[in-house]
């Protein structure tokens, strides 16, 4: 093989006639310029030499093509486009085929549906994720890809983004077949069975049929999920554009939408996002700092939160030993975990065989001493600081000297409960969202003490469990609950000042919210929120603002959904509003002396960002958030706020 070179990322060699073009643009060979244009000149040379029957398309390393380069948004475009680049491999007169070896997202997976064959590795991940960006596909990919697996399928695929294996790539049709480990081999094989005079153009394929229903069906479930965003109902239009538009007028179409939407703020936004997702669990200093093993975890309390860890833990591959005070109180633990099991293989996330091997991991006990196996102890116990010091005491005596100790307190001081042990510098805080086996968001907490190895290993253990972990430094509440405090506190002064509950709701649903925060409180319970300002009272400073209300509320036994009652009424379950709290509101207001003014949506949205965004720059200028980027992924993983609007402190840049 003689090695040519046609631009920085893209290089070929020429075997047994055939060109195989390597794409090189690590780390995920994003179709930068360099890429577009090395690809270009690639082709140009092979049309003109005799010698090259055909063109077989890879990537170096662990990717096929990630896409197109994201981080060449926003900046001029640079010649050539993508689709030109695509209509060129498609027209082109030698056949041109795809080894897919690995991801092939995005514009990548474009690339190759324009390739006249394309064979995968079983392991390669095909997918068109542009409307987690906030675009839809640019280059092609709503007009190619129904036309070779329909348009049900297709509208499933694009209008979801989802992501398939090579296997299932090739029962859809995505992909003409699955080749492991001579993959180029194979390639460079079918290039010779391909007839050059009647080479299968994807763009010229007449779309598969379908019936309207499947279509219809496909179409609904997608813009239920997609929650009022845009991009996803336009790639379900340019989906069904296919079957009645011809291809030059589909792609003419496509492009347009995708140039209008990759400069709108729903896609700035998601931008932010994604690089912000790619920075958080990033710690200056840590780079060089190599995580511990963990293979053996413990988990003290198997109630709702530490049944979650315990699934999660399984669902990582880790073996578990949970840990309750009880045989009895085991038993209830290990049904608990048994029957989140059961529920994921009912929804079909998990199969059969993975409940048994997740099962065959799991130790369920009332003998603490077993902990001595455990390689990393998380607490899950009550909120309470005598109690979780009281367990630290006992674990530091049970567990190896090396073992990490941690805990999930959402409120309490962890820097207490670390110099508790003998070990503090073994100790970190691990911040479990609830279902802590659903929910991405994982606050890891960087105690005063805490070893960087120690936090290395949490943030690696955090990947592994499939979380997003964001790193906090001890502040009461952290950084989530901390932000969430702030926008309770603002909602509720807001309320005495004029706006009313249900207005303050709608106003955060219609920004996209799933629930306005009163909605949200009543959903939690206002009891736990009550014991605290109790205990608080004695510390409170008379002199700020405080807000009666929920006091009243708690006093009167309307603690929430559970009793029926809370900020609204729940007659049948169906959120109302309550003339009662109307008039308990109005009461406070005269009670204050305070004439209500009336609030817009707008108003109400801004007065909310802000109290968050004060908030957040308290957490940054005290160093206890690295970066507003994190607090933006805290708020969205954690609390709801829309992932389309890119977090508070975002949209508050934005605004
Ligand atoms: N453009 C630019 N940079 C990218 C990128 C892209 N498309 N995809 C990933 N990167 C960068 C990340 O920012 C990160 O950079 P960093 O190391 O400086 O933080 C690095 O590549 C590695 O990314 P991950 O940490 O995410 O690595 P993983 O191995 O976990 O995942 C991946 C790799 C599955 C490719 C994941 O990065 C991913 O999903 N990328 C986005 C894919 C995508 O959305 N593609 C569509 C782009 S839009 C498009 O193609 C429009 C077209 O239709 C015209």
Redesign the pocket.
Known sequence: MSALRFSDTISAALADGVLVVTIDNA??N??SADVRGGLMATLEHAEKDGAVAGVVLTGAG??FI??????EFGKPPVEPF?PDVISRIEAFPKPVVAAING?A????L?VALACHRRLATPGA?LG???V??G?????G?TQRLPRLIGIAAAIDMIANGRVVPGAEALKLGIVDRVSSDTLLADAIADIKTINASSLCRTGLLLVPSATTEAIDRAAADALRKARGQRAPAEAVRLVRLAATAPLSEGLAEERRT?IELRDSDEAAALRHV??A???AG?VEGLETVAPRRIETIGIVGTGLMGSGIAVSALNGGYRVIGVEQTIEAADKGRERITGLLDKAVQSGRLDAAGREDRLGRLTVTADMPQLAQADIVIEAVFDDLTVKTELFQRLDTIVRADAILATNTSYLDPDLIAAATQRPARVVGLHFFSPAHIMRLLEVVNCKETAPDVLATALALAKRLGKLPIVSGVTEGFIGNSIFSAYRREAEYMVEDGALPQEIDAALEAYGFPMGPFAVFDMAGLEIAWARRKRQAATRNPSERYVAIPDWLCEAGRFGQKTGRGWYAYPDGKRTVDPEVTAMIEAARTEKGIVPKRFTADEIVSRLLKAMVDEGDALLSQGIAARASDIDLVMINGYGFPASKGGPMFAAGRR
């Open positions: 780390p995920v994003a179709l662990n990717s990630g896409g197109a380069d994201i981080k993508l991801v997202l995005g514009g990548g474009e991940k068109l994720p542009e987690k960006l675009i839809v596909p640019g280059a990919g995708f994604f690089f997702e790619r920075a990033k």
